[in-house]
């Protein structure tokens, strides 16, 4: 089985990147893994064209495109996010807009093959758990009009840098295992 595991963060060595790496190396033993960042992709602006919505397909050829080739592969997909003013940071936040040809909400439309499942990570920098709980259902959201059901999540307060998600250790793992 094949683990996808994306850094929704545009920053490839923070906190979210701490994150993922500790499930990636929680998941290798059981699963072909790949990391990704959501901004090793250039992923353009939707243009609220609504073409995709006759055709199934973007007018646009980017990294859109890509990143769900990634998706096709994997058997379990894993979406870390940190908050950005209450909210995932806008890179992700382009790539989902730009997911509408895989959206359940029209035809026709792209497809994922069936039988995939979705985890939810959110990180933010403050103690309350209300904006982790925000991210974690834009995610479930995202992950539910691509027919994904999203199986777990985990959110994790007070991670301002990668020392703070290394010491979130623990947590991360009991997470991972539950994958």
């Known amino acids: 089985m094949n683990a996808l595991i994306v850094n929704c963060s545009p920053v490839r060595t923070g906190a979210t990147a701490e994150i993922v790496r500790q499930i ?5 033993e059981a699963y072909a893994v790949r990391t990704v960042c959501v901004d ?3 992923i353009g602006f939707c243009r609220g064209c609504r073409s995709c919505h006759e055709t199934g ?11 769900m080739e ?47 499942e979705g985890f939810a990570v959110a990180l933010r920098t403050g103690p309350g758990m209300a904006e982790c ?28 840098n990668r020392a703070d998600a290394a010491a979130r250790r623990e947590e991360i793992l009991a997470f991972a295992r539950e994958i």
């Open 70 to 116: 990634d998706f096709e592969w994997a058997d379990k997909i894993v979406l870390a996010a940190p908050s950005y003013w209450a909210d995932v940071p806008g890179q992700f936040k382009v790539f989902i807009d730009r997911c509408t040809p895989w959206s359940n909400t029209h035809e026709p439309r792209a497809r994922l093959s069936p039988g995939k």
């Open 133 to 160: 709980e925000k991210i974690q259902e834009t995610i479930r959201h995202f992950l539910g009009h691509l027919d994904i059901p999203c199986r777990g999540r985990l959110g994790l307060t007070r991670v301002e």
């Open 57 to 67: 397909e973007c007018v646009r050829r980017d990294g859109a495109q890509e990143l």
């Open 24 to 28: 990636a190396e929680a998941l290798k």
């Open 40 to 42: 090793d992709y250039q």
